[in-house]
């Protein structure tokens, strides 16, 4: 079964205090890993999608890395308005029914203090 | 432009009443996507359409949830004879890919079931 385990699930910093969050996955023939960000009362919102190995994306203050077991995704001199939870999300490849399901994890909440 | 949009946007059911939840994609968004996210949860897959075509509906929990995207827009998602159990946020989100890459969601709907 396809598996994905986000750490920490819940991480308190300071303005400016730069830290990594963490997505682990097991699964056969990944597709695509992909990070949202979400704030409560909303839907998640697209940040990155990274396909393989050694692949990197930025987006102002953040930055995803992928490898063959894992994903971080580095914050960089954070602010408070980066608080919210960070989920990502595996999708596997196409099956014989020809469709991708995603699965999430848990996601982690950042809250970052000014 | 316009986002994705789910109505209502709170609903509160008596146990054993049908609810009836809409999602308006984007407009020509290919694939649609829907998910039910429980409090502290990761979205969980319920659903997928590509067009008006539902090509995986192995997440659905019963045989009492059914959705339907007749013209390959706008989406329904029914439940019948609602349980406590269902109650939870349900998201749906649209992509321009078939293979939903990136995904866009909308604010959900929190169905309470009383």
């Known amino acids: 079964e396809d598996q994905v385990t986000q750490s920490p699930e819940a991480l308190r910093l300071q303005e400016g205090e730069s830290s990594s969050l963490n997505c682990s996955y097991t699964?056969?023939?990944?597709?695509?890993l992909f990070w949202y960000r979400q704030d409560p009362g909303k839907g998640p919102e697209f940040l990155f999608t990274l396909y393989s190995a050694g692949e990197e994306k930025e987006k102002e203050r953040l930055k995803a890395t992928l490898t063959k077991k894992e994903s971080f995704l580095h914050i960089t001199a954070p602010k408070p308005e980066d608080s919210a939870t960070y989920l990502c999300a595996v999708q596997v490849t196409l099956t014989s029914g020809g469709s991708y399901i995603p699965t999430f994890g848990r996601g982690t909440s950042l809250i970052v203090h000014p | 432009g316009a986002g994705v949009s789910q109505s209502p946007r709170y609903k509160v059911a008596k146990r054993g009443q049908d609810v009836a939840l809409r999602c308006d994609p984007i407009s020509g968004h290919v694939s649609l996507f829907w998910y039910q996210q429980a409090l502290g949860q990761g979205p969980e897959f319920l659903t997928y359409f590509q067009n008006e075509a539902q090509l995986d509906k192995s997440g659905l929990p019963s045989d009492r949830f059914f959705a339907e995207r007749p013209e390959g827009s706008v989406s329904t998602l029914k439940i019948q004879r609602t349980q406590q159990e269902d109650s939870a946020v349900y998201l749906c989100?649209?992509?321009?890919?078939?293979?939903?890459?990136?995904?866009?969601f909308g604010p959900g709907t929190r169905l309470t079931v009383l």
């Open positions: 989100a649209s992509s321009n890919t078939q293979g939903g890459n990136e995904q866009f």
């Open positions: 699964v056969s023939g990944l597709r695509g």
